[in-house]
């Protein structure tokens, strides 16, 4: 068990494992606090924004991103400043110039007193979040899909454009996606993502489409079982 | 000379046996060539200075060196006559064989080739008179003029690797990074921050090996300060390097330089090889047991690959992108290793302070901000080029008695100091010295040393746009409020050029410049909205203008301004009708010439042709 950190989080005694994010201590207080590119099970990124939070440590005053930041012995956080509200008010007008509708962007608005965002709006979806890139890499373990480009061109994309070399179509960047933006459809025995379709296994048991030919390939490389073991039947019927 | 130094004292002679060689009253013609001066086509120059000293058996008696720059860029190309210091200015190849005749054989100076001072009128025949010269304080960029970059046999000749010498030869790696905190050096990469600090810190922090970095990728638009003194003097560099990782206890040293500068990769390479051959860098220097080596990476030219974070992604082969982390580089940076930092030019300041002594330095400048800061200005200013002054001297001095004022005898407007995402400073605060703490008081910062100048025909809502429109550009697009809040103020800025613009915009455009900066995951998202914040700050009235009147009265933004001839100024010269590309400006000769405004497309060309002022723009 890690040493134990106290610390101040809106004005609440917190204690917390070192190690643990400014964000997670917060939660364990019930103190919400938005954000969008963090995910427990991912390394943390820091890029929308949305979590900033005013801390003090010594004389110092500043704004941190809590999804990144580590408790630190006698911080002192405010999750709640003008200056936080600021930074989130605009993050969220910007984000939604991008993607205008999803609710929980408009959730996250209005829980920020925002109705509608004042900039020209030019509907690309994505927010760039990168827990789609993020999961691929670090969970699903293949870096199928990447970003591309810098800047407002900034985009995430299969390499080159083309059908991804090395997806599985194991569907788990469309799940993390926290605006539904990543397109994913089965249909007659073939599940389609990244613009490329994917043969999905059929279980001999139940007769049931079950997992796509390339993911249950991707298990007999990793754990050295042969391709039959898993593509004959699903797990419900094994 | 192959034999390694093997210990202090060694170098010290080899320094004085070096310096034996040169007979001071021998003549020597210092050419520059500099990145400035060859783009005038110095090199050709140069191979005719060569065969006419060849031609004429010259060579055991006149010394000829090719320089790094010497800042007086807009006079190329130009050469120094030592002993005396003449100083000749946009000389061309049919000056050559004169210069040698006349000058270096026949003592007697060219008038012709001397620069005539626009304000006195008068020729100057010594380089140390020149003004521009004369208000500078060339500590770090002063050696350039009178070394080959390519001669480590001139930069010992003139006392460089002393400073090694002294470091490694008697003070403690404590004592050294001591020196540097007393000398109150600060970075003069941007941020400004104590070196001597960065390097205690990275000698304290735990791990192995620990690193050294010179950051060389200067990507502000119109700097070239730090290509300048890699291409001029690369051995103060290295010594500066040598000696900082000495004190961190570093044995890895890495050279982060953009790939677009050549020259600069090529003589630094050749230092570095230089160095090793003799034993000042590599295994067991001077004989001490210390051991450093030092590589060079080549960077892409990305403006963010010069962020921490980012320049370490990129050497680590990942891309350059900046990293959230609450660490410090000097606990965890390259790989996760102790690593130190540091511009290019911070470097260079190091052996001076050794050499000379950290009370010595901490006596230039002010209280905060020590020593001298090399700065490339550039913009509406007579003579543009690389200045090194002294911390204090005010904005005013620089702008006036070393760029000589503005060109044509326009109005000073502005002046903008630290890169892209500096403030454009006004008149009013001319006077303001140039020290780190007093420029981030005005809303801008010292930044790695850009300045540009602005006159009244400078739009400073077109000018925040502008670089607005650079820092876009060069967004890695990894955090929101800097990838979309930037493209979001630049949208904003050019509806108001377009006379489109409403009251409410300027708040909206300074509650989003706070909350970029304070959001921004680094400091290019940080530092973005310095140009607007402060031209709005100091140039109010004139947002309100296009706003308001939906003028722009400097005439620049196209959509709010028409070009009309005044009857009274005009003579009828067709300068105008000539230049016109739509035939819009039109008239018989000797009479009243016209603008059809319908087929005037505002390119300015008449106003620039007319040479009696008649095109008026409104
Ligand atoms: C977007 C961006 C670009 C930068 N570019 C440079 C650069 O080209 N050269 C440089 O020395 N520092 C640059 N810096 C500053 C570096 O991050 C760092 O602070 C500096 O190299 C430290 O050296 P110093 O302490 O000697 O100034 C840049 C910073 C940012 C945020
Ligand atoms: S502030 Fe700009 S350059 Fe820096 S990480 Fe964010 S998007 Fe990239
Ligand atoms: S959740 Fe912290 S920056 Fe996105």
Known sequence: ???????????????????????????????????????????????????????????????????????QEGLVVRTETERVNNVRRLVIELLLSRNPKHPRLLAIAERLGVDKSRFEVEVKGCILCGQCVRVCREVVGVSAIGFE?????????????????????????????????????EENGVRTIWKTNFELARCEKCGRYFAPMRQLAHFSRVTGLPLEHFTQTCVHCR | MKKKIESPAELTRLQSELKGRIDPAQPCIAICAGTGCMAYGTQKIVDRFREEIQARGLEGQVAFRTTGCHGFCEKGPMVVIHPDRIFYQRIGIDDVPEIIEKTVLGQEVIERLLYKDPVTKQRIVHEHEVPFYGRQMRLVFGSNGLIEPTSIEDYLAIGGYSALAKAIGGMAPQAVIDAVITAKLRGRGG??????????????????????????????????????LLEGNPHSVLEGMIIGAYAIGSSHGYIYVRNEYPLAVKNI?????????????????????????????RGGGAFVCGESSALFAS????????RAKYVHATDKGLYDKPTCLNNVETWANVPLIIDKGADWYAGIGTENSKGTKIFSLVGKINNTGLVEVPMGITLREIVYDIGGGIPKGRKFKAVQTGGPSGGCIPEAHLDSPVDFDELTKLGSMMGSGGMIV????????????????????????????????????????????????????LDTLQWMGQAIADGSLCALGGSAPNPVLTTIRYFRDEYEAHI?????????????????????????????????????????????HTIDAAKCIKCGACFEACKFDAIKIA
Not at chain 2, 198 to 211: F, I, M, N, S
Not at chain 2, 455 to 475: H, I, P, Q, T
Not at chain 2, 575 to 583: G, K, N, S, Y
Request: aromatic fraction near 6%; glycine fraction near 10%; include cysteine.
């Open chain 2, 548 to 592: 308001k009147d939906k003028k722009c009265p400097a005439g620049v933004c196209k959509a709010l301004i028409t070009f009309s001839v005044d009857p009274e100024a005009c003579t009828g010269c067709r300068a105008c009708a000539r230049v016109c590309p739509t035939e819009a400006a039109t008239g018989k000769k000797k009479e009243v």
């Open chain 1, 149 to 185: 480009s810098r800047g407002t061109d900034r985009r995430i994309s299969t390499p080159f454009n083309v059908a991804p070399v090395d997806c599985i179509a194991c569907g788990s960047c469309a799940q993390v996606c926290p605006v539904d933006v990543i397109p994913f459809k």
């Open chain 2, 315 to 322: 050497i680590e082969g990942r891309a350059g992108e900046p």
């Open chain 2, 454 to 505: 602005m006159d009244d025909r400078n739009c400073m809502v077109d000018v925040a746009k502008y670089f607005l429109a650079f820092l876009e550009g060069e967004s890695c697009g990894k955090c929101t409020p800097c990838r979309e809040g930037i493209l979001q103020m630049r949208k904003i800025l050019e509806r108001i050029c377009q006379g489109e613009g409403r009251m409410e915009d």
């Open chain 2, 269 to 297: 390479t050749l230092a570095i090889e230089q160095a090793r051959d003799l034993g000042l860098v590599g295994e067991n220097i001077l004989g001490s047991g210390f051991s450093f080596d030092i590589l060079i990476n």
């Open chain 1, 1 to 71: 068990m890690s040493e134990m950190v106290t610390l101040t989080i809106d004005g609440r005694s917190a204690q917390a494992p070192a190690g643990t994010t400014i964000l997670e201590a917060a939660r364990g207080l019930n103190i919400d606090i938005p954000a969008l590119c963090s995910n427990q099970e991912l390394t943390p990124y820091g890029a929308c924004r949305l979590c900033m939070v005013e801390i003090t440590h010594g004389k110092r005053t500043r704004l941190v991103a809590s999804c990144i930041y580590e408790v």
């Open chain 2, 191 to 228: 941020g400004g921050f104590p070196t001597g600090w960065k390097w205690d810190a990275t000698r304290k922090a735990e791990g192995d090996p620990k690193y050294v970095i010179c950051n060389a990728d200067e990507g502000d638009p119109g700097a070239y300060m730090d290509r300048s």
